[in-house]
């Protein structure tokens, strides 16, 4: 079942918003992802690399406090925050429906991207249907009822933005405002949103008040149809050269004439070329799988008596990327759906776990197009990151960025040394960009030619020239390491008072450094450039400090053994479980015992997104039983009823790596294997899932009985080897180009 009920209502692709559904009064909220505070300006700390040397000698000594106040003092960026991602505002549609309202339904139909919601008032059936069309970059909404000449309301716009202008005329309403100042940086990002109001029936009224907040009013209308653009003066951060005003004029122009219908019919056409790629079925339907995701989410007889919510929770999620992430900028912590000027976290792009968090469902899950926009952001983080490099490191090769980003694609050190001083960030986002060449290995693909490979190469000269030889009383292999170093956000314990995080050789950072070595070599070898260079990445990776078992049997977290173990939200040093490949426990036990350990010691956390971190990890150690309790607690406990995902706010990293792990559940296929339902729990009796995506180049389409294979189809899309396991057993295969093979129980038997 694809609909659902909950009290906000999502919606919409690359400028839009929440209709929550209300009566009297309607609200619309509007976003544009291009809606930003202040402006570009040039962060980096020239102090920085002066201090450097004393930093890392700190370090060596294990004079921690002095390290990060030597980092806190020279390093940090001006300002030291980052600007916010914000809000366009409302439209608010306010009718005089102020008594009881019957047959209520408000929902949202995850394979057509409509949101509908129903009522009754007075004896007349009224229906408000809305979408926000990809291709014809638009917000429609239609109102609707079974009785002629009963569509009444006033309409208005609503900004907390800075110099709002709000002008009426004819059917057309238009609001105007600007990104605030922020952080000592005057906003100039300019927006212009448009409404335009068509009406049916014999005795519709529509009259514009031009006043200091402008209304269209509409009455004894048989049918309301409002068309919402919104677009901005942002072209690229250093290019505000757009007149918002043509743009919207210009998107109006294009749908003019086109009928609800129409409109109707092209989104649909967008919207299910992406999400009709996967089907997925866990359990039988019941009769809980029609009630309402507010009640569906904490059934009394618990998550067992409703499986299919898991299937909903996973395609929700490729909902919530199609609707975030398809036009411009990559979802931010928010996807794109902000009502407010300065949110929790910002609504940035948080480069730590969190943005990457977003991407992990896009491969498996099939919409890989929606990590499209996270290139580009990619690409534009790296051209102000080799400005980064070269004023906060003094270093003329590549580029680096730190643990956030924005529209302004800064790249510097932000928020505290603790937090901030973090240069292996971009380490984690090219991993996606090797996973998305995994995924698809075109080697004639100028993804890998023009994109990414210049990038994984410019990065790794920056590391070449950064990473510095341990010197051997405090480390006596030789090692070459990563310092500064943090795992991130988690404090190593107090010294002088104060809670440090800085040190050298974390293990995220090692394990960051040997992917990002590793897998640049790779693409030097298959693009045929750079052998030199690569050899010496070859070397630098195998110098640098392997997985470290600590005094507890955990995954140890830094090159030295400290004591801070216990419960935390980050889980940074099994980066190299999920989702880097490093630790796989098919192939060196130690190590995932380890990495239990490490988990057990974490114990759960109080929020959406690390509890969908550790069901991903437990999907990758294989425990099923464990990472399906993780996505219980992940729907019940860390969910509004809109199923959106709960931090101190919402935060929509937590709905994406719950798809995430349901995939991973279902499938997995890193280090050379397919591996089939490799943690599907006991009471996933009966499934069946299709279009899901393996490396390799595969689609594959499952179906299990019983808890047990029934079937797997898979079909290459580039014609290769692929060696399947199911239960213990793995098998090799050809599949020709575009060629199919099916499996049964009995092949792995
Ligand atoms: C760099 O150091 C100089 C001299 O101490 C100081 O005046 C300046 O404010 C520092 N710059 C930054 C960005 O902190
Ligand atoms: C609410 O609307 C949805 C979508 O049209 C529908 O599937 C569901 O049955 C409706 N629920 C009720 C209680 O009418
Ligand atoms: C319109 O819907 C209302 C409420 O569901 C119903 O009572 C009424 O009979 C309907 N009217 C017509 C003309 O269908
Ligand atoms: C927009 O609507 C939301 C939800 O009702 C509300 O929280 C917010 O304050 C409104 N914004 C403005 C500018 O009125
Ligand atoms: C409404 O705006 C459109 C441009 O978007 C314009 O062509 C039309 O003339 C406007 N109508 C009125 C009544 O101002
Ligand atoms: C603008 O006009 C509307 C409609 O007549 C009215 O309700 C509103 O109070 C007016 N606002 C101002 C600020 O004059
Ligand atoms: C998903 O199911 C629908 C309805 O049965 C079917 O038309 C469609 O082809 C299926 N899609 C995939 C990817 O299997
Ligand atoms: C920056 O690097 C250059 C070349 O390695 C060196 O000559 C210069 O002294 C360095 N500057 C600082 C401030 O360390
Ligand atoms: C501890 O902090 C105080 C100031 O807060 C400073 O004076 C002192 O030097 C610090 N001690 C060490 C060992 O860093
Ligand atoms: C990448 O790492 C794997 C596993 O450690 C190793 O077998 C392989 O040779 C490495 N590739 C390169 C190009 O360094
Ligand atoms: C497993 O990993 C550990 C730690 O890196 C290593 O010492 C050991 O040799 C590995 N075992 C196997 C079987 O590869
Ligand atoms: C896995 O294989 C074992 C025998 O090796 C068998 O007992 C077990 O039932 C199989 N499990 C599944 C889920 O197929």
Redesign the pocket.
Known sequence: MLTFKYLLILALALSVQAVLGQIPEEVIILNEDRIWPGSLNDPNNNNCSKALPSFREYVWEDDLYNAQATADAECMATPISQQVYQTAGNMSIVTSQSGVISNYNHSLDLATAVSTTTYAYEGVQYTRTAFASHPDNVIVLRLSANASGSITFDATFETPMSIPTFSAEGGNLTMTGQGTAMYGLPGSINFVVKAEFTVSGTMAKVKATSNATSTVSISDADEALIVIAIDTNYVRYDDLSADPNEKVTQTLTNVRGKTFDDMLQTHIEDHSSLFGRVNISLGIPSSNTFLPTDIRKNLEDGPDADQDIFALYTQYGRYLGIASSRNMEPSNLQGIWNQVLSPDWGSKHTVNINQQMNSWFAEPLNVAATLDPLWSLISEVAERGKNDALETYNISRGWVCHHNTGIWRDSSPIDAAFYGFWPYAPAWLLQHMYEHYAFNPDPESSFLKDIAYPLMKGLSEFYTDFLVEAPLDVEPNGYIVPNPSMSPEHGIGDYNDTNVSLTYGSTIDNSLLRDLFNHTAEFAAILGVDDDFAANLSALHDRLIPFRIGSLGQIQEWARDYGSNGPFTHISQLYGLFPGAQIDPRFNETLAHAANVSLLLRGDSSAGWPTAWRANLFARLLQGETAYYYMTCLISRYSYDNLWSINSVFQIDGNFGGSSAVAEMILQSHNGEIHL?PAIPASWKEGSVSGFRARGGFTLNIV?SG???SSAKLTSTLGTFARVR????AIDLSVQENGSVVLS?SD??
């Open positions: 339902l299990w808890g047990i294979l199911y239960n213990g057993t129980l792995f038997q």
